[in-house]
């Protein structure tokens, strides 16, 4: 790695998040009307993607959150704080 791309790098690069496929698979069964209805391996890893997609804007928006607040560590109430506004961001 050069030195342009260690400048670029934020600590959130280093963020792995993995949600697990048969987790993702039982939750949206509970939301089908039709048993008989597949679910595809594509169509649940994109929806994993999406998950990582939230959960890391999620953690990112309460960090600006708990800064705003001038505190250094982040707490529920801060992640609590930036739910109304994310959700409205990711219909």
Known sequence: MDADECANKTPLDNIQTNFQ???????????????KNKITED??????????????????????????EYKTKVQLEHVEAVLPQLMLDFP
């Open 43 to 68: 169509a649940i890893e994109l929806i994993s993607d999406l998950a990582k997609v939230l959960a890391t804007e999620a953690a990112v928006r309460a960090i600006k959150q708990a800064k705003s």
């Open 21 to 35: 496929h048969d987790i993702i698979k039982q939750a949206l069964k509970t939301r089908f009307n039709n048993p």
